[in-house]
């Protein structure tokens, strides 16, 4: 969030708030997503975690920016 109010509210160059936002990304969502074929054990799973994960960043993005 920090990181769009940086882009649209401020003359800032937008090159540091998208270097920001990558490493915001690196330490958030990528460990969690690396993390799920480690906590399911059933390959016929898998792609419903990973649904299931997907569905819950993209709700909490979602929720973020209402």
Known sequence: MVVFALIGLT???P???IILSSFALSFNVIPC???IPLL???P???ST???VWTSFV???A???HN
Do not use: C, F, K, R
């Open 44 to 46: 016929t799973m898998m």
């Open 33 to 35: 997503t690396a993390s």
């Open 62 to 64: 979602h929720n973020e």
């Open 15 to 17: 090159l540091g708030p």
């Open 11 to 13: 003359i800032v160059n």
């Open 40 to 42: 399911i054990n059933d």
């Open 58 to 60: 993209s709700h909490t």
């Open 49 to 51: 975690a990973y649904g």
